[in-house]
Each structure stands twice: as C-alpha cells, then as structure tokens.
C-alpha cells in the first residue's frame, strides 16, 4: 500500500515532535536541544535549522499557507516564526502552563492546549494576542 522514500538520522537524540509543512510537504521536527530542524526526502542533511527556544520543543504547527510556524516548549514559552526567511521569532508569548499542542485552522486561528485547557486565538501570528478569544475546560 504505501513504501518508505527516505531514512535519516537526524543525530539530535530521540524525536518526539513532528509536523508537516501542509503548503510544500516539508517535514518539520523538533527536538530536545530546542532546535527545530526541515527535511525533505530528496536531501541527507536538513535544508534549514533554526534554535527556536532553549529548552526542549514540546510541538509544532504550520499554517496552511505555509508562511507561519508555531512552536511550543517546556519553558511556557510559544513562539510564532516566518517560515520564508527563519527571520523572527515574530511574536513571542508566555503562556501560564507548558503547551503540548499546537494546531492553526484553515482560517488562521490558533488553538493551544495546556492540560484540560484549550484557548483559540484569532490574529496570533501577525499580532500581539491580548486574550484568548475561546477558552474551553475539557473537564
């Protein structure tokens, strides 16, 4: 059904984060050292590296139009990134708990889930993001 087009070692240690470029099917990981490196399977070496936090990436986003990554850490810190040039990080927030996922919807609205809790954002990437505009208690 399917078959394996590449194999590499990333020679960064365990991987426990991984994320699809959903606009040019770049794969995005990231790792304990808070580097997140893009593969593709047509090269051996990543094709970009960028030191997002300085503790371990706990997730990463793409949005669909594949210009913004978000990336999350241990260090309740959430950053927001320009795919195109790896310049950034554009926004930077400081969250009041680890965030363990990050998801962007075709609209670009950003949701954040920390434990039971799962906060939307509207205009996160290009724009500071006082408040959250939905918040929701699992249980």
Known sequence: IGKMVANFNTHKGRLRVMAQNPYNAIICLGHSQGVVTMWSPNIQTPIAQILCHKQPI??????????HMITSSVDKSVRVWDVRNLNGPLQDYRMRSVVSDVAVSQQGVVATASGNIVETYRDFCLKTAEKPYLKHKLW
Request: net charge neutral; hydrophobic share 40%; proline share 10%.
């Open 58 to 67: 706990t997730s990463i986003a793409v949005d669909p139009k594949g210009i």
